[in-house]
């Protein structure tokens, strides 16, 4: 297969780690975007070599700033070519009660899970357009679909990940560019599992297939709409979450 370049930001997390590590499986050549003050690159790049992979690039920045955006796709492709794949994974939450929500916790969560999009995706879409091909994978999640109480900046964001999707599916549909969203039920991170096991159970519980999804389970998702046979679909939305929730 032609190997394609794949930027993924989030990538040092939980998720994002398995989605660059389903990429590199498919033979993508990933890029790591991570945010230099959350994350730690050197035990991350580490871990990575020592699961076999070790030809993974990073960048550093801040996906809340337009800036950084622009100035981590152009170290990005001076490292490794140009994006022809682009998951905005980067997120954050900031959860309590809307009586109770400050005005920063709403604006740091719409930043950073929403604005994002328009952040990363304006330095590739046009690019890719150019082009003629191009994929764009947008992560969303079930309380982007369904809602949840103490979320509503988290749910506010994540259901504008969809709406964002599904415009600019339609901008670029004859260009060669799909746009498309997977949102996620409750997946087995290290950051989920560490959570008291009497509440993880109730969380099991509630889903109807009485488990979390693998990281893995996700990341495949991301290579499927990431390769040549998903150049059909675009402006989709994959709800990957047991049964919990069904649009």
């Known amino acids: 297969m032609t190997q394609r370049v794949a930027l993924v930001t989030g990538a040092m997390g939980g998720l994002g780690t398995a989605i660059c590590q389903e990429l590199a499986k498919a033979g993508h050549k990933v890029v790591a975007a991570y ?11 580490k871990e990575m070599a020592e699961a076999g992979f070790k030809d993974v690039v990073t960048v550093a920045g801040d996906v809340a700033s337009i800036d950084s955006c622009a100035a981590m796709v152009a170290e990005a492709e001076a490292k490794a070519g140009q994006v022809d794949i682009l998951v905005n994974n980067a997120g954050i939450t900031r959860d309590k009660m ?43 999640s079930v309380n982007g679909v369904k809602g949840q109480a103490g979320q509503t ?62 990281p893995e389970e996700i990341g495949g998702a991301c290579v499927y709409l990431a390769s040549d046979i998903a150049g059909f679909m675009t402006g989709a939305t994959m709800n990957i979450n047991g049964g919990l929730y069904y649009q």
Do not use: C
């Not at 945010?35 to 035990?43: G, I, Q, R």
């Not at 969809?162 to 670029?172: N, P, Q, R, T, Y």
């Open 35 to 45: 945010h230099p003050e959350f994350d730690k690159p050197e035990e991350w790049l």
């Open 98 to 140: 809307f009586g109770r929500m400050e005005l920063a916790q709403w604006d740091a969560v719409i930043s950073t899970n929403l604005t994002s999009l328009f952040n990363m995706t304006k330095q590739v879409s046009a690019k890719m357009a150019e082009r003629g091909w191009g994929r764009i994978i947008n992560i969303s």
């Open 153 to 214: 900046n988290y749910s506010a964001a994540k259901a504008g990940v969809i709406g964002f999707s599904k415009a600019l599916a339609a901008e670029l549909a004859t260009k060669g560019v799909t746009v498309n969203v997977i949102a996620p039920g409750y997946v087995a991170t290290k950051m989920v599992m560490a959570i008291k096991p009497e509440i993880l159970q109730t969380i099991v519980d509630s889903v109807p297939m009485k488990r979390l999804a693998k």
